[in-house]
Each structure stands twice: as structure tokens, then as C-alpha cells.
């Protein structure tokens, strides 16, 4: 059973930063794409930052330049660097994973940002 947990959610005024984390249960190698998403209330799910295939980076041009994704293969984390917070940019976050031939993704349960004006 693949599991992703996330952490590092919390309050923060505006201009300041927060990072995410997801702890992954297998190997991050195992997967095609993994990410970070954000749902604020009354919106639609949306991709904030993720890594696809080949290793390359996508980021929504909300956030670029202030966000940071990263992962770490030893650990089987993927990190969100968020600087420069807005109170836009409040949403609970969700980690995502795309296994290799496979059409399922995973979710975490996600993890609460909240940036006050």
C-alpha cells in the first residue's frame, strides 16, 4: 500500500515562507510524476509544482519564481519551498504520485496553508 503523508503546513503572515513535505512509503523512483497541488475553498484542485518525466519541472505561473520543488531519493520525500507568500496561496496542499504505467495517482491527505494579510 503506497502512502504519502504530508507535513509543514501552518499560519504565516504574507512575504513569509513555509516548506512542505511528503513523505513517500516506497521509493520516489517508483514513480513517473509526483507533485504538489492546492485546493482553497470553493475552487477547483490545481497543480502548483511537479515533476514530470525525464526529470523536468512544472510550475503554475502563480507561483513561479516563489515556489521550489524539490526531492530527495535517500529520504523518499518531495519538498514544496514556499517563499514570498501570499494570502492567494492559501489552500490545503496535496501530494501527488503517478506510478509507471499506471493511470491511478496517489494522494496525501493533505496539509493546510494559511497566509494572513
Known amino acids: 500500500q503506497v502512502q504519502l503523508v504530508e507535513s509543514g503546513g501552518g499560519l504565516v503572515q504574507a512575504g513569509g515562507s513555509l516548506r512542505l513535505s511528503c513523505s513517500v512509503s516506497?521509493?520516489?523512483?517508483?514513480?513517473?510524476?509526483m507533485g504538489w497541488y492546492r485546493q482553497a475553498p470553493g475552487k477547483q484542485r490545481e497543480l502548483v509544482a511537479a515533476f514530470s518525466s525525464g526529470g523536468s519541472t512544472d510550475y503554475a505561473d502563480s507561483v513561479k519564481g516563489r515556489f521550489i520543488i524539490s526531492k530527495d531519493g535517500a529520504k523518499n520525500t518531495v519538498n514544496l519551498q514556499m517563499n514570498s507568500l501570499k494570502p492567494e496561496d492559501t489552500a490545503v496542499y496535496y501530494c501527488?504520485?503517478?506510478?509507471?504505467?499506471?493511470?491511478?495517482?496517489?494522494w496525501g491527505q493533505g496539509t493546510q496553508v494559511t497566509v494572513s494579510s
Open positions: 516506497i521509493s520516489i523512483f517508483n514513480f513517473n510524476r
Open positions: 501527488n504520485a503517478l506510478r509507471y504505467s499506471s493511470n491511478s495517482p496517489y
